[in-house]
């Protein structure tokens, strides 16, 4: 008899123990066989350009973007010029991602009718887990032609007077989910410049960022220094731009305003007329439209 | 006394080792679907994880939220950075238990019901879930199948006023795993 309490007790307390234990047990199982994996950091920022300068991201594989941006004149131009509303510059550009970490494009800008080609290569990606990366890294250069007429007499029209080229390291990091930052040291080359004192290599350095203030809109903002006696003919300021990203599922809007009338990087990095402290910024936008080209293969059922 | 302390050990050891047998994937595949006015949205995770103990009937799962593949990589990246946070919280699990275990013959192959009652945690909000599947035995394995709907505001999951009609407030979740017998 108290054999046999015993054994119903011990039975009782070892069922009680197993399916206690069962469930959670179970769970533990799993993350005791589970590999640790790559965790890598997504949409650091929203768009392949921080404001108007370009950011780390590239349109992810088999997907082109449609990116147009618009900048008004600017805004202390007066009523009878509407603050600007009366004049637009316009860039028109592809941009594709041809495998993850590669990402071209090409553009068309109504500024001189500049056509520009880039290429856009990460180098690092920022990623946690079973592999660790503080930072992505980005190469990113472009070709830039003018093709309006030939305007100066005095000088013979080479091709070749009417070829730039930008050259950027991009370094950014998310912190967390609503801060990115990056830091953009940047080169251009101008096979022909204004005046015989400007250079023809200038180096500028960049710094832009963004904080997300809702799941789906952030304030952004991109600084350039351009260092001194680089471009003497023409003043040219350091260019600060300050936008709202605004996403909607397909499109992601950019509303800013900027002392750069430029939409590429080398009017952006070595040209930038304008001064904030008079007024003399541009409102602008830019419109960013994914289309997925080749989509991923996912097996059916 | 000694005969006493034989039996508690011989209880206790028939009772885990009933506990081993344990049933288990990490290759399993949930779909879900939504099928919005303008965009049916599709997602497949092939590496779903789950054990189910056949003593107890306990069954669990987890689900990383980064393994969903879809069509489009923007519908990927809104999924994982503006809906479900994968980054707060990577994982879904589902822990409970399978009520009518002792209807499942592992002997015989054939179609069983499944009742299966727990609690699923998804975007950091534990909700019970209660439903209907079917296991098959087939040659030693159980392939075990469920579809049911969620309603994605129950867990806080937000969907913004202007794509409120892209997307469908309740998702179509698809299970089909294959669990072998554990080897332990």
């Known amino acids: ?301 | 006394m000694s005969k006493s302390c034989i039996i508690f050990l011989l209880v206790f050891m028939t009772a885990f080792s009933a506990g081993a047998q344990k049933y288990i994937t990490k290759t399993g595949h949930i779909k879900f679907y939504s099928d919005g006015q303008l965009e049916k949205i599709e997602a497949h995770n092939r590496q779903v994880n789950s054990v189910l103990d056949f003593s107890t009937g306990g069954f669990v799962f987890k689900v990383l939220m980064k393994s969903f593949e879809f069509e489009k990589a923007l519908m990927q990246e809104h999924f994982n950075e503006n809906y479900v946070e994968s980054d707060k919280y990577p994982a879904a699990t589902f822990v409970g238990k399978v009520t009518n275990i002792k209807d499942v013959n592992l002997l015989k192959d054939g179609m069983y019901d499944a009742n299966v009652e727990g609690k699923m945690t998804m975007h950091g909000v534990t909700k019970d879930l209660t439903e209907k599947g079917t296991f098959e035995v087939k040659q030693g394995k159980i392939i075990g199948k469920a579809k049911f709907n969620i309603v994605v505001a129950d867990y806080k999951i937000t969907i913004p006023g202007n794509v409120g009609n892209n997307i469908s407030k309740t998702i179509e979740i698809t299970v089909d795993i294959t669990l072998d017998k554990a080897n332990m």
Request: proline share 3%.
């Open chain 1, 1 to 301: 008899m108290k054999n046999n309490i015993l054994f119903l007790l011990a039975f009782a307390g070892a069922m009680c123990v197993s399916t206690a234990r069962g469930q959670d047990d179970l769970l533990s199982m799993i993350e005791k066989g589970e590999k640790p994996t790559v965790d890598y950091t997504t949409a650091t920022f929203k768009s392949t350009h921080i404001v108007i300068g370009q950011s780390i991201e590239t349109a992810p594989a088999g997907n082109l973007n449609f990116l147009i941006t618009h900048h008004f004149g600017a805004l202390n131009t007066g009523y009878e010029n509407l603050y600007g509303l009366k004049q637009a510059s316009i860039r028109l550009g592809v941009e594709y991602g041809v495998t993850r970490w590669l990402g071209i494009g090409v553009g068309i800008n109504t500024d001189q009718n500049t056509w520009d080609g880039s290429a856009k290569v990460k180098l690092l990606r920022q990623c946690k887990g079973a592999k660790n990366m503080p930072l992505t890294l980005d190469i990113y250069g472009n070709t830039a032609i003018y093709t309006t007429k030939w305007t100066d007499p005095s000088r013979k029209n080479y091709f070749s007077s009417r070829v730039t080229y930008a050259l950027q390291l991009m370094a950014a990091r998310k912190f967390g989910n609503s801060l990115s930052l990056q830091i953009t040291p940047s080169y251009v080359h101008k096979n022909m410049v204004h005046d015989s004192k400007d250079k023809n290599d200038i180096f500028t350095l960049g710094a832009g960022g963004r904080i997300k203030i809702s799941q789906r809109v952030s304030v952004n903002a991109e600084y350039n220094y351009l260092f001194k006696g680089q471009v003497v003919s023409t003043k040219a300021y350091n260019s600060f731009s300050l936008g709202v990203d605004i996403e909607t599922g397909g499109h992601v809007f950019q509303i800013f305003l900027t002392n750069s009338y430029g939409e590429y990087e080398q009017p952006i990095l070595t040209d930038t007329r304008g001064k904030w402290s008079n007024g003399d910024i541009f409102l602008g936008f830019n419109i960013n439209r994914m289309f997925t080209i080749v989509k991923p293969r996912v097996p059916k059922d």
